[in-house]
């Protein structure tokens, strides 16, 4: 596929991905609630708790049904800069200027969720100054490293798209930074005067 010039580099949510993963998940109720209608006179609690626990499914997932169905944008490159969208642990949608970019990273993470357990997901973040200063969960999509890489080059003046080291903590909150270790960006990054 040949790509414009300027074009973009966009990720929305998927439908197909969404629609999937919502019958993944809700196969067990269902079959729940067909065992049920077989002969509610014998089976009716099997009928209540899969009905109960479809509607809770569908309940917590509306917001990804919705973001699906409206086709939502979840990360871009762009002319303005990179555009980092909501995620699934509630971190807001923002945009960046390319004037405060060093560099875009990719990297996992260990993230503690409300359980208290941990969970490792892949992100994606923009760097400055040495530090993560903002990052994504890529919950349900993945980049395309060699097209967003080219789209930084051709749109962010030569801004690298780079593999940032694993981060055993990452803060689900939005203001906390990420720190890279010492001198990483230079060894792995074209110093911003030598982009072309």
Do not use: C
Not at 108 to 114: A, I, K, L
Not at 117 to 143: D, E, F, Y
Not at 149 to 172: D, E, H
């Amino acid at each position: 596929m040949r790509m414009d010039a300027a074009s973009p580099y966009e990720v929305r949510r998927s439908r197909l991905r969404t629609g999937l993963t919502l019958a993944l998940y809700s196969l067990l109720p269902m079959t729940a609630i067909v065992i049920g209608l077989q002969d509610l006179s014998v089976r009716f609690l099997f009928f209540i708790i899969g009905v109960l626990f479809e509607v809770i499914f569908l309940a917590t997932a509306r917001h990804r049904v919705s973001s699906a169905l409206r086709r939502e944008l979840l990360f871009a490159i762009d002319e303005q800069g990179v555009y980092l969208g909501p995620d699934d642990f509630g971190r807001p949608a923002m945009r960046e200027k390319w004037s405060n970019i060093d560099a875009i990273v990719h990297f996992h993470g260990r993230v503690w969720t409300t359980s208290n357990m941990p969970a490792t997901n892949r992100n994606v973040g923009i760097v400055q100054g040495g530090r993560i200063v903002a990052s994504r969960g890529m919950g349900g999509w993945r980049l395309n490293v060699m097209r967003a890489s080219a789209a930084a080059a051709r749109l962010g003046g030569g801004t690298p798209v780079l593999k940032a080291p694993f981060y055993g903590q990452i803060s689900r909150e939005w203001f906390h930074t990420i720190p890279l270790p010492p001198n990483w960006l230079e060894e792995h990054a074209t110093p911003r005067g030598a982009r072309h």
